[in-house]
């Protein structure tokens, strides 16, 4: 018989089937347990910031990353640490203790207002062209005719005060949506952006509402180096400073409500 669940005479089918199953399994677990370690590696204790010795068994080899858009490759073992001095205090010696802000958290990133060291480089879409743009420079881009459009509309802060106006309209052009207002600011005339979730374009009273800052904190909004061209840490850190004011924009935001 030339096949009857055995290969050979000794060796079954089940059995190689099985072991080759169980030495694929364990494999597997080590391969994502050591690519896993590549970022959030090697430990540091809380708080002394002492870094505890590598794993000798699981340590990730160099692995070159290609960037798109020919932005070039790295190689790297462990992802870059964050090595930036924050302005936060500890309430306790102890670890796992809250920390507070020791400066002015809106401008010193902490807290909700904290923001991820990103490439300080445009996000672009598939074909290289930026992701997100100002109307100006995309005619082709509307308002729907059942929105208001909020161009030439005061911006107004939790105070209600008048903090500037409108000016124009930026799109993200992967997915034809709104992402930022282009707001002229009262005074100074500066321009800064704001994050569409933070606003509220009230049709009856014909204005952005904003909650998350008052009007005298529009002028510390981080700027953009380029007035058309804005870079993913640009991103993060306007969206961290809208975010920030939720909770410090206000003395009574960092009260308990009961």
């Not at 590696?41 to 590598?54: F, I, M, T």
């Not at 105070?159 to 930022?180: C, F, P, Q, S």
């Not at 410090?248 to 009260?255: F, G, I, L, V, W």
């Amino acid at each position: 018989m030339i096949f009857s669940g055995e290969f050979v005479n000794g060796i079954d089918l089940v059995d190689v089937t099985l072991w080759a199953f169980t030495i694929f399994f364990f494999w597997l677990i080590y391969y994502l347990q050591r690519e896993g370690m590549r970022e959030g590696y090697p430990l540091e204790e809380d708080p002394s910031g002492r870094q505890e010795p590598a794993a000798l068994l699981f340590v990730p080899p160099k692995k070159t990353f290609h960037l798109p858009n020919g932005r070039g490759s790295i190689e790297l073992t462990y992802a870059k640490g964050d090595t930036r001095e924050l302005a936060l205090s500890r309430t306790a010696q102890w670890a796992g203790s809250p920390f507070v802000p020791s400066g002015d958290p809106l401008k010193d990133g902490v807290g909700p207002a904290s923001y991820a060291m990103r490439a300080d480089v445009p996000d672009l879409n598939w074909d290289g062209q930026d992701r997100i743009s100002p109307y100006r420079l995309n005619p082709d881009y509307t308002v729907s005719a059942q929105d208001i459009d909020p161009r030439g509309l005061d911006v107004v802060g939790l105070d209600r005060k008048v903090a500037g106006v409108v000016t124009d309209l930026w799109v993200d052009r992967a997915e034809a949506i709104i992402r930022y207002l282009e707001v002229k600011l009262a005074g100074s005339g500066a321009i800064v952006l704001l994050p569409v979730p933070f606003c509220n374009v009230s049709k009856t009273r014909k204005r952005v509402e904003v909650d998350a800052i008052k009007a005298e904190h529009f002028a510390g909004v981080p700027r953009t180096k380029s007035a058309d061209r804005v870079t993913r840490l640009e991103e993060d850190m306007i969206s961290g400073y809208y975010g920030g004011g939720t909770l410090y924009a206000t003395p009574q935001r960092q009260e308990p409500w009961l």
